[in-house]
């Protein structure tokens, strides 16, 4: 069992930056491709940027292309979604997952979820 736990998010005015963290238990992080997902009110949840467990393959939404990245540190179990330029569009619960087999971009190639982290951007 893997627990996921995120943190970093706020509130933050558009054209700002924020960096979210997750932060992985158990001992084969290391092996798990990772995701960043996020859901606004009234919409299903949609990939955000993903990475595979070596870090040498990466996975962007059209509409983060330019701001965002993900990269991850083995050795500490965590993986950072940084956030550039942030738009009040980007405002969403953002949830960090891990998938045991592989990488995807679709909600059902990952097996494990954090809470969730609320990012606000302000116009």
């Known amino acids: 069992q893997v627990q996921l736990v995120e943190s970093g998010g706020g509130l933050v005015q558009a054209g700002g930056s924020l960096r979210l963290s997750c932060a992985a238990s158990?001992?084969?992080?290391?092996?798990?491709?990772m995701g960043w997902f996020r859901q606004a009110p009234g919409n299903e949840r949609e990939i955000v940027i993903a990475?595979?467990?070596?870090?040498?393959?990466?996975y962007l939404a059209d509409s983060v292309k330019g701001r965002f990245t993900i990269s991850r540190d083995n050795a500490k179990n965590t993986v950072y979604l940084q956030m550039n330029n942030l738009k009040p569009e980007d405002t969403a619960v953002y949830y960090c997952?891990?998938?045991?087999?592989?990488w995807g971009v679709g909600v059902q190639s990952y097996d494990y979820w954090g809470q969730g982290t609320q990012v606000t951007v302000s116009s």
């Open positions: 997952a891990a998938a045991k087999s592989g």
């Open positions: 158990g001992r084969t992080f290391s092996s798990y491709g």
């Open positions: 990475i595979s467990w070596s870090g040498y393959s990466t």
